[in-house]
């Protein structure tokens, strides 16, 4: 991929003000747009649902599971009249459980009352004065504690010789990204690793000039008060994990739909949570991946050329904060009975701000890679917005959505399209993904502990003391150089990016490598010990960061 983001540009905003954003347009009418999505809600709830009966039991279902809910797992982010209001629906189902033309009218008044809460639930609170300020105060809090990183001191803070530029490293074509935000809509789908994932990437695409992006942010993440405020203004709208109803999903689909039909560049994260193996995702959530494809036949049967194009990133780090209990909720799913886990969540604005200091006062850097922009159907795309085939040849996607000149609805083709946009997009998330040094050396001694163990399946391997799991420097040392060779062929191919750490050598790799490698963590991945040999205090998480590199095909060359 050619590398045309040079730190030193300052990008100019593409749009002159900020009455242009396609989000402050939303904004500005944001009642009669939440309107619109709890109608065309209803809309395909009542076509799914197509007879009486089956939308009362429907109606049923979500009352009893939003019950369970209320009473097992409340938030403290939840609306206060949650209980009453699931109380008044169950009275009002209790005289719908007949046939009669009033039980149809009465369960088309109970979906509306539903369909109208979910969409106000789920709505953005955008502000472009907030919005300012929130971006004032990320770039600002940041760079000092950056500031502080490289003095090696407190009063660092208090000066600005350096930016959050010299700390993040974003690679990718990036005229090539703005031009396209001008002719149509853009989809950016990141992977997720960490909750500081969607500061992160709205740091970005403000640097970049690009207009505030719409996104789905986990309503749990609400429940932080400082990531509350800064979602809020960044233009975040509210994805509760716990509803799996039916109502629920097809609102929160409907609200994604309209707004990039009317324009919205939108964030969503395609894995649906963060990555709980550390590995990259390579099943995603198909749900909001597939509102781009609707919101593209909308657009073109209402005579809208405007494309929509989807940018693959990926989001780099030496160390994820929550890595002690994201690979716990791995193994614990994955084992189930054999592996049990320890609470181990950050959850409170403290842990949060202490966890930031830590992170931007330790010298170590993260990268975000931008992937080439495709069409919904997985096509590169030229500096026109033209798809373009492995033929070389144009294509006109209009015609994907059309039989006998006429364009037609088609979920099962709909469905189709969405799954093969997730294969697209997994395949370029392991194209842009840059090993960091740490990815290197977590994957090695990994590897090279696993192979000396080979007859135990991986829970008992995992359960191993580890004053049993050493690793002789010399060895270590050979196999990273055999690997990094690899990595550089790889590169060559186009099948990975190499950051700029793996051009030393082998020694100075190791070297920072250890430094950085889970600096947050209480037990560290990999240490060297006094002896000069290489040890791990936490299998677990060595684990974690070395599914960073799997999904490649230089896995046997660490045996």
């Known amino acids: 991929m050619q590398e045309k983001f040079n730190n030193k540009t300052k990008y100019k905003s593409i749009h002159l003000s900020h009455s242009e954003w396609p989000i402050f347009k939303l904004s500005k009418n944001m009642q009669a747009f939440i309107e619109k999505v709890s109608n065309d809600s209803f809309e395909k709830i009542k076509a799914i649902k197509d007879d009486d009966q089956k939308l009362i039991e429907e109606l049923e279902k979500t009352r009893y599971r939003e019950k369970l809910r209320v009473e097992k797992m409340p938030w403290s982010v939840d609306p206060e009249d949650d209980y009453d209001f699931w109380k008044k ?262 842990k949060i701000s202490k966890f930031l200091f830590k992170f931007f006062t330790k010298q170590s850097d993260i990268s975000v890679s931008i992937g080439k922009p495709m069409d919904l159907f997985g096509n590169y795309v030229n500096d026109e917005g033209q798809s373009v085939g492995q033929n070389g040849r144009h294509i006109a996607t209009r015609d994907y959505f059309m039989y006998n000149g006429k364009f037609v609805d088609d979920q099962q083709r709909d469905e189709e399209y969405t799954r093969n946009l997730s294969k697209r997009i997994v395949e370029e998330f392991h194209k842009n993904n840059e090993v960091l040094p740490s990815h290197l050396i977590a994957y090695v001694g990994f590897k090279l502990l696993r192979n000396k163990f080979s007859d135990l399946d991986l829970f008992n391997f995992l359960r191993l003391p580890e004053d049993e799991l050493l690793l002789d420097f010399g060895e270590f040392t050979q196999k990273v150089e055999e690997i990094k060779t690899i990595i550089f062929e790889l590169e060559k191919e186009g099948q990975i990016l190499v950051s700029p750490g793996l051009y030393k050598s082998s020694a100075e790799i190791i070297e920072y490598g250890l430094d950085n490698l889970g600096i947050f963590h209480t037990k560290l991945p990999l240490i060297r010990n006094e002896q000069g040999d290489i040890e791990t205090q936490s299998l677990s998480l060595l684990y974690f960061y070395h599914n960073r590199l799997r999904g490649y095909n230089f896995e046997e060359y660490a045996s």
């Not at 907030?130 to 600002?140: D, E, I, Q, Y």
């Not at 716990?242 to 999903?249: G, Q, S």
Request: proline share 3%; with cysteine.
């Open 89 to 350: 629906v169950k009275k009002q189902l209790v005289g719908s459980s007949g046939q009669s033309i009033d039980a149809s009218v009465n369960s088309d008044k109970i979906l509306k009352s539903i369909t109208d809460r979910y969409a106000n639930e789920i709505a953005s609170s955008f502000k472009p004065s907030s919005h300012r300020f929130a971006r004032r105060v990320t770039t600002f809090g940041f760079a000092r504690l950056l500031n502080a990183a490289h003095s090696g001191r407190f009063s660092g803070l208090f000066k600005a010789r350096h930016t959050l530029r010299d700390k993040i490293r974003v690679r990718g074509d990036i005229d090539h990204l703005r031009d396209l935000a001008k002719k149509g809509t853009i989809i950016m789908v990141p992977t997720h690793f960490s909750n500081i994932d969607s500061v992160l990437i709205g740091w970005v695409i403000q640097e970049l000039g690009l207009p505030p992006f719409i996104y789905g942010a986990g309503l749990n993440l609400f429940n932080i008060k400082i990531f509350a405020y800064f979602m809020n203004s960044l233009g975040a709208y509210k994805v509760d994990r716990r509803k799996k109803n039916l109502i629920y999903l097809e609102t929160l689909k409907s609200y994604s739909d309209l707004a990039i039909q009317d324009g919205c560049h939108s964030l969503f994260f395609p894995g649906g949570t963060r990555s709980r193996s550390g590995a990259i995702e390579t099943e995603l959530k198909r749900g909001l991946l597939g509102t781009s494809i609707q919101a593209q036949l909308a657009n073109f049967k209402n005579d809208k050329d405007e494309k929509i194009f989807v940018v693959p990133v990926v989001l780099n780090y030496n160390f994820v904060l929550e890595a002690p209990s994201l690979i716990d909720q791995f193994l614990k799913i994955k084992g189930q009975e054999r592996y049990y886990t320890e609470n181990d969540e950050y959850s409170t604005s403290y």
